[in-house]
């Protein structure tokens, strides 16, 4: 466990470095997510621990969003006096955004046979 | 009820209480959105937050005390996101078959996530800069702010805006997806992913490792996209 976390934490902080040093337009841990993935090509790379270790971590994904959640609470104020565009642009650009992002990828897994059939479950 | 008080006052200027807190929040609405057969409008994130607040508003406790203890949570979404890339590799014989239908959701996506957010609000009346702060909504956070600012928007703003798009598509996306019966788990991933960022990934986490694994895939290359498409399209509207 511990070995695992230094190597997340590793890869962090080189992603942290790197998109400060380059102006990259990405997050330091998103880099680093990229630079573990490809690091994980390399044999023997992977051990089970590390696998172990970001199970546990995913598993509970959802309470770590919890304090940014609550942090509305502080900016609050400033949706106040345009509440009604503000909430239909999120409510609707959400749900046809998850809509068009399924259907694109549906449509095209049809149109290039990409889908395997094996997994289909409906 | 002044020893209430004082104990209160005392254990507000730990971390412990915003820590403990947050974990009780977050454990009673895991138990309730079970309890309801993971019902998607009881998602255990939003029972958390609203919890929270409540709690907040009602002691006066400001957020920023709230956070020191809080943080401590708040500072795994680093190296959980690295961690995405476990499941991801797992999943490579899958992302190697699937690359150019997902590129094309992806693209397709996030123009559709700007696109209408910043349609609606302007049919309604959104000023200027609460749509140039809309625009980049469906992205993660750090990111977002940086398009916001380099828009004109306010990142402030567009914080709060992501970070409702996150809870609201976590919630609304499973139930869009099972309308239109979408069943292969790294097609839901993936639009999860790209609508809500990395609170629509931890929803996706819930489903399958897969969904989870490729919504965390989403999340990343969104972020990359929108950085890069947005600006333009920006620039093509203003001279248009």
């Given at each position: 466990?511990?070995?695992?976390?230094?190597?997340?934490?590793?890869?962090?902080?080189?992603?942290?470095?790197?998109?400060?040093?380059?102006?990259?337009?990405?997050?330091?841990?998103?880099?680093?997510?990229?630079?573990?993935?490809?690091?994980?090509?390399?044999?023997?790379?992977?051990?089970?621990?590390?696998?172990?270790?970001?199970?546990?971590?995913?598993?509970?994904?959802?309470?770590?969003?919890?304090?940014?959640?609550?942090?509305?609470?502080?900016?609050?104020?400033?949706?106040?006096?345009?509440?009604?565009?503000?909430?239909?642009?999120?409510?609707?650009?959400?749900?046809?955004?998850?809509?068009?992002?399924?259907?694109?990828?549906?449509?095209?897994?049809?149109?290039?046979?990409?889908?395997?059939?094996?997994?289909?479950?409906? | 009820?002044?020893?209430?008080?004082?104990?209160?006052?005392?254990?507000?200027?730990?971390?412990?209480?915003?820590?403990?807190?947050?974990?009780?929040?977050?454990?009673?609405?895991d138990w309730i959105y079970r309890r309801a057969n993971m019902h998607p409008l009881l998602n255990p994130?939003?029972?958390?937050?609203?919890?929270?607040?409540?709690?907040?508003?009602?002691?006066?406790?400001?957020?920023?005390?709230?956070?020191?203890?809080?943080?401590?949570?708040?500072?795994?979404?680093?190296?959980?996101?690295?961690?995405?890339?476990?499941?991801?590799?797992?999943?490579?014989?899958?992302?190697?078959?699937?690359?150019?239908?997902?590129?094309?959701?992806?693209?397709?996506?996030?123009?559709?996530?700007?696109?209408?957010?910043?349609?609606?609000?302007?049919?309604?009346?959104?000023?200027?800069?609460?749509?140039?702060?809309?625009?980049?909504?469906?992205?993660?956070?750090?990111?977002?702010?940086?398009?916001?600012?380099?828009?004109?928007?306010?990142?402030?703003?567009?914080?709060?805006?992501?970070?409702?798009?996150?809870?609201?598509?976590?919630v609304?996306?499973p139930?869009?997806?099972?309308?239109?019966?979408?069943?292969?788990?790294?097609?839901?991933?993936?639009?999860?992913?790209?609508?809500?960022?990395?609170?629509?990934?931890?929803r996706?986490?819930q489903e399958?490792?897969?969904?989870?694994?490729?919504?965390?895939?989403?999340?990343?290359?969104?972020?990359?996209?929108?950085?890069?498409?947005?600006?333009?399209?920006?620039?093509?509207?203003?001279?248009?």
């Amino acid at each position: 466990m511990l070995n695992a976390i230094t190597v997340l934490l590793l890869f962090q902080l080189v992603g942290e470095v790197l998109t400060q040093l380059f102006h990259l337009p990405i997050p330091g841990p998103v880099l680093g997510m990229a630079l573990l993935f490809l690091a994980l090509f390399f044999p023997k790379f992977l051990p089970e621990e590390l696998r172990q270790t970001a199970q546990a971590l995913l598993q509970h994904l959802s309470l770590l969003f919890v304090p940014a959640g609550v942090g509305i609470l502080q900016h609050l104020h400033r949706v106040e006096r345009e509440w009604l565009p503000i909430t239909l642009a999120l409510v609707l650009s959400a749900v046809i955004t998850v809509a068009v992002t399924a259907l694109t990828v549906r449509a095209l897994v049809r149109l290039t046979h990409a889908g395997d059939r094996t997994e289909k479950r409906a | 009820m002044t020893r209430f008080v004082d104990i209160w006052v005392y254990l507000a200027t730990t971390p412990l209480l915003g820590l403990t807190i947050t974990l009780v929040a977050y454990v009673a609405g895991d138990w309730i959105y079970r309890r309801a057969n993971m019902h998607p409008l009881l998602n255990p994130v939003l029972l958390a937050v609203l919890a929270l607040m409540a709690v907040l508003l009602a002691t006066g406790t400001p957020y920023t005390t709230y956070f020191e203890g809080a943080q401590f949570v708040h500072f795994l979404l680093g190296p959980a996101t690295v961690a995405l890339a476990v499941p991801l590799y797992f999943n490579l014989a899958k992302l190697r078959r699937l690359w150019l239908p997902l590129l094309g959701g992806l693209i397709a996506g996030s123009l559709t996530a700007a696109v209408s957010a910043v349609g609606i609000a302007w049919l309604f009346g959104g000023s200027k800069q609460t749509l140039l702060s809309l625009a980049p909504k469906s992205v993660t956070a750090p990111v977002a702010m940086g398009i916001a600012e380099k828009l004109g928007g306010l990142p402030s703003l567009t914080a709060i805006l992501v970070v409702s798009t996150g809870i609201l598509g976590a919630v609304l996306g499973p139930v869009v997806l099972n309308l239109l019966r979408v069943s292969d788990q790294a097609t839901r991933g993936f639009a999860l992913g790209v609508t809500s960022h990395g609170i629509g990934t931890a929803r996706a986490f819930q489903e399958s490792e897969q969904a989870g694994a490729f919504s965390g895939l989403a999340m990343g290359l969104n972020a990359l996209v929108t950085a890069l498409l947005l600006p333009l399209l920006a620039h093509l509207i203003s001279f248009g």
